[in-house]
């Protein structure tokens, strides 16, 4: 059974950094999509940035480009989202999510999903 586990999540001021990582388990992911969405309360479940488990080629969303960036550490099979110049606007549950490559930028591409972590970002 696939797991994705979360961590990383905090409360951080307007300009802070934060790194989130997921750890998967259950299967192995050399053809599958690893994202990362994030839904804040009363909005839709957004895209932020997806990564190819086989080739590394890295997706964004044109919203987070150039602040948020993915990485994965095939050893550990976790996946990371380094986050700079964090903005209020951030704040929001963040989730892991891995399927089967297809559309990394919707979230119905995706079989598993974590709990999410909380971000939130103070002004």
């Known amino acids: 059974q696939v797991q994705l586990v979360e961590s990383g999540g905090g409360l951080v001021q307007a300009g802070d950094s934060l790194r989130l990582s997921c750890e998967a388990s259950?299967?192995?992911?050399?053809?599958?999509?690893l994202g990362w969405f994030r839904q804040a309360p009363g909005k839709e479940r957004e895209f932020l940035a997806g990564?190819?488990?086989?080739?590394?080629?890295?997706y964004y969303a044109e919203s987070v480009k150039g602040r948020f960036t993915i990485a994965r550490d095939n050893a550990k099979t976790t996946v990371f989202l380094q986050m700079n110049s964090l903005k209020p606007e951030d704040t929001a549950v963040y989730y892991c999510?891995?399927?089967?490559?297809?559309?990394?930028?919707?979230?119905?591409?995706?079989?598993?999903w974590g709990q999410g972590t909380q971000v939130t970002v103070s002004s």
């Open positions: 999510a891995a399927g089967p490559s297809s559309s990394y930028y919707s979230p119905l591409s995706y079989q598993y």
């Open positions: 259950g299967r192995t992911f050399g053809s599958y999509a």
């Open positions: 990564i190819s488990w086989i080739t590394a080629m890295k």
